[in-house]
């Protein structure tokens, strides 16, 4: 089963920046969309970002102009650098590319 990696979360104050990592296993998400997932407490898991192959992206309304997803194809990663944090921010972040589980997730807690 291809493994799914995310790092790169953290305490960060209101308006600190964090750069999310994610990592597969396998080069089975090169060619597909590759999403970053977010899930807080009590909430639903939503969508944030995501990126096409070619690098067309998609951002919810709540994070476009804060955050930036990349992708890197020739070693199966997708970031997600994140600015301006704010406290409903805070979750845990999971990538993806259409796979039918989940990997741990990054901790992103925003506090001051």
């Known amino acids: 089963q291809v493994q799914l990696v995310e790092s790169g979360g953290g305490l960060v104050q209101p308006g600190g920046s964090l750069r999310l990592s994610c990592g597969a296993s396998?080069?089975?998400?090169?060619?597909?969309?590759m999403n970053w997932y977010r899930q807080a407490p009590g909430n639903q898991r939503e969508l944030v970002a995501g990126?096409?192959?070619?690098?067309?992206?998609t951002y919810a309304d709540s994070v476009r102009g804060r955050f930036t997803i990349s992708r890197d194809n020739a070693k199966n990663t997708v970031s997600l650098q994140m600015n301006s944090l704010r406290l409903e921010d805070t979750a845990v972040y999971y990538c993806?590319?259409?796979?039918?589980?989940w990997g741990q997730g990054t901790q992103v807690t925003v506090s001051s």
């Open positions: 993806n590319c259409g796979l039918p589980y």
């Open positions: 396998a080069s089975i998400c090169r060619f597909r969309t």
């Open positions: 990126i096409g192959f070619g690098g067309s992206t």
